[in-house]
């Protein structure tokens, strides 16, 4: 084997045992070189390398242990969360927002910027610019990079969204290379669904788990799933649309131009619609949301149309993907104990059971903000080496 060859595959093992190290870190937190050996099954010296390489890299910091144990206690290594940071934006329909966050995706109220999402694209891209460029300033730290939660079809071969059924402005555009370019930071763009997805395997109920499911039920109705420890793209990045399957063929008109689509009738904003249909006026989710609280009983024929949707398509996602866990994101049902637990009975008698016994379906614990910032973790993981998996 030739010299060069060998410098080849000794930069690509050091940098899978970056990577190693990295994903230890996130799973594990904060740790010490000892307990990294223990976990990874790297020697201690690899360990040692790659903690210091992390280091000058600015991906992780060490911090003394907050107890002090007999002897001299080694230092704890952690994402870097102080020395640090990245943005997070979730673009949305209504509403849209960007947070800053150090590396271990601790997101809070304080460095998050919410405003109205613009009615064109241009303007969109102004507002997240400098949205971003005031938590940039704000923190004084460095900033490793973008992700950005995006509704719609992004086609991973083209690297657009070809197609955004509830905000049309985004059609054919890529608002992270648009925003890489104006800032000059890496950005990563990721379907809002698969953002939820990995969100929820960094910092939610997902750690640990290779196959899993997470069913956004908010403004339109997106699938993400993780098989195998990968996110399932399918051949463009369009897998997990299961909104647009057609289930009321004479239904109303569907924001991709169908008629009777599941995601018109199994949401968020379906409910919302349907209360204010009934109300002869539009209806925003807040107002939505604290018309079920106050007034249940006036809206139970609402509540229960859109009870029978949502259990179709999660006995559909149990049946046809059988993932351990299903998590389902959204408001208006999953976020309420009491009207969530009506949709399960509903699944119960929709799914098959064998499937079922198989499957654990929760509400989700963290947040299109977090999966924001799952994104582009994830991106700066990836761009250490290849997974082995």
Same mark, same amino acid.
């Given at each position: 084997?030739?010299?060069?060859?060998?410098?080849?595959?000794?930069?690509?093992?050091?940098?899978?045992?970056?990577?190693?190290?990295?994903?230890?870190?996130?799973?594990?937190?904060?740790?010490?070189?000892?307990?990294?050996?223990?976990?990874?099954?790297?020697?201690?010296?690899?360990?040692?390398?790659?903690?210091?390489?992390?280091?000058?890299?600015?991906?992780?910091?060490? /911090?003394?242990?907050?107890?002090?144990?007999?002897?001299?206690?080694?230092?704890?290594?952690?994402?870097? &969360?102080?020395?640090?940071?990245?943005?997070?934006?979730?673009?949305?329909?209504?509403?849209?927002?960007?947070? &800053?966050?150090?590396?271990?995706?601790?997101?809070?109220?304080?460095?998050?910027?919410?405003? &109205?999402?613009?009615?064109?694209?241009?303007?969109?891209?102004?507002?997240?610019?400098?949205?971003?460029?005031?938590?940039?300033?704000?923190?004084?730290?460095?900033?490793?990079?973008?992700?950005?939660?995006?509704?719609?079809?992004?086609?991973?071969?083209?690297?657009?969204?070809?197609?955004?059924?509830?905000?049309?402005?985004?059609?054919?555009?890529?608002?992270?290379?648009?925003?890489?370019?104006?800032?000059?930071?890496?950005?990563?763009?990721?379907?809002?669904?698969?953002? =939820?997805?990995?969100?929820?395997?960094?910092?939610?109920?997902?750690?640990?788990?290779?196959?899993?499911?997470?069913?956004? #039920?908010?403004?339109?109705?997106?699938?993400?799933?993780?098989?195998?420890?990968?996110?399932?793209?399918?051949?463009?990045?369009?897998?997990?649309?299961?909104?647009?399957?057609?289930?009321?063929?004479?239904?109303?008109?569907?924001?991709?131009?169908?008629?009777?689509? /599941?995601?018109?009738?199994?949401?968020?904003?379906?409910?919302?619609?349907?209360?204010?249909?009934?109300?002869?006026?539009?209806?925003?989710?807040?107002?939505?949301?604290?018309?079920?609280? @106050?007034?249940? #009983?006036?809206?139970?024929?609402?509540?229960?149309?859109?009870?029978?949707?949502?259990?179709?398509?999660?006995?559909?996602?149990?049946?046809?993907?059988?993932?351990?866990?299903?998590?389902?994101?959204? @408001?208006?049902?999953?976020?309420?104990?009491?009207?969530?637990?009506?949709? =399960?009975?509903?699944?119960?008698?929709?799914?098959?059971?064998?499937?079922?016994?198989?499957?654990?379906?929760?509400?989700?614990?963290?947040?299109?903000?977090?999966?924001?910032? &799952?994104?582009?973790?994830?991106?700066?993981?990836?761009?250490?080496?290849?997974?082995?998996?």
């Amino acid at each position: 084997m030739k010299q060069n060859d060998n410098r080849v595959e000794s930069t690509l093992l050091r940098r899978i045992n970056e990577r190693r190290l990295l994903e230890a870190i996130q799973r594990h937190g904060p740790s010490s070189r000892a307990a990294l050996t223990r976990v990874s099954g790297l020697t201690a010296p690899t360990v040692s390398k790659a903690v210091d390489s992390l280091l000058r890299r600015g991906l992780v910091e060490e /911090l003394e242990p907050a107890e002090q144990a007999l002897g001299r206690p080694g230092r704890l290594v952690r994402m870097a &969360a102080e020395s640090a940071a990245v943005l997070g934006v979730v673009i949305d329909a209504g509403t849209s927002c960007v947070v &800053a966050t150090g590396l271990d995706g601790a997101v809070t109220e304080e460095r998050t910027i919410r405003f &109205a999402t613009p009615a064109g694209y241009p303007a969109l891209l102004d507002q997240v610019e400098e949205a971003c460029r005031t938590l940039i300033h704000a923190g004084a730290v460095f900033v490793h990079g973008i992700g950005l939660s995006v509704p719609g079809l992004v086609n991973e071969r083209v690297h657009e969204i070809v197609f955004s059924p509830n905000l049309h402005l985004l059609d054919k555009h890529n608002p992270a290379r648009d925003l890489e370019a104006r800032l000059g930071l890496p950005s990563v763009l990721v379907q809002e669904s698969d953002a =939820l997805v990995l969100g929820e395997w960094l910092y939610g109920d997902a750690q640990g788990l290779g196959d899993f499911a997470v069913l956004d #039920a908010a403004t339109g109705l997106g699938l993400g799933v993780m098989s195998g420890g990968r996110l399932l793209a399918g051949h463009s990045g369009l897998a997990g649309e299961v909104g647009h399957v057609t289930v009321a063929p004479e239904g109303i008109r569907c924001g991709c131009g169908n008629r009777g689509c /599941l995601e018109t009738l199994a949401t968020d904003a379906a409910l919302a619609r349907l209360v204010g249909e009934k109300l002869g006026r539009a209806v925003a989710l807040d107002e939505a949301s604290a018309l079920l609280a @106050t007034r249940p #009983a006036d809206f139970q024929h609402e509540i229960r149309t859109v009870t029978e949707y949502l259990a179709i398509a999660i006995a559909a996602v149990i049946n046809i993907f059988n993932p351990t866990t299903l998590f389902v994101h959204g @408001t208006l049902l999953a976020g309420s104990p009491e009207r969530f637990a009506r949709v =399960l009975e509903r699944v119960r008698q929709r799914t098959l059971t064998a499937a079922l016994a198989d499957c654990t379906i929760v509400a989700t614990k963290s947040s299109k903000r977090q999966g924001a910032v &799952a994104g582009i973790i994830h991106h700066l993981t990836n761009a250490c080496a290849p997974t082995l998996g």
